[in-house]
């Protein structure tokens, strides 16, 4: 089970998962990350969800269009969409207080 470590807002929340586990959809169902993750649309068009990977990426897919096109230049400094992640292994994230403004 993938240990998950959340920071945001100074605070940090930690708790195990499911593999192959979305984080969104999780945080949608009222569980871990819920209620700290902030989330909209879940399909990649908001970037609400973003976040920048503080440890973990390595075992993550590259990013794909969706993340390329919401995140921009944001994504060569460990930014993802949390939305397009399936997480398989232990992911330490952050999330701004503010959003991540779509490029």
Known sequence: MPNI???????IYEGSVESNT???VRAGIKQFPYPNLAFKCG??????C???VLNGAEHLPPPN?????????KV???YRLVCQLWVTHDIELTQDVEPVNAA
């Open 43 to 48: 399909m990649g068009k908001c970037a609400t």
């Open 50 to 52: 973003a976040c920048q």
């Open 22 to 24: 979305n984080l969104v």
């Open 76 to 78: 060569d400094d460990g």
């Open 5 to 11: 470590k959340f920071h945001k807002k100074g605070q």
């Open 65 to 73: 269009w969706k993340e390329k096109k919401q995140l921009g230049d």
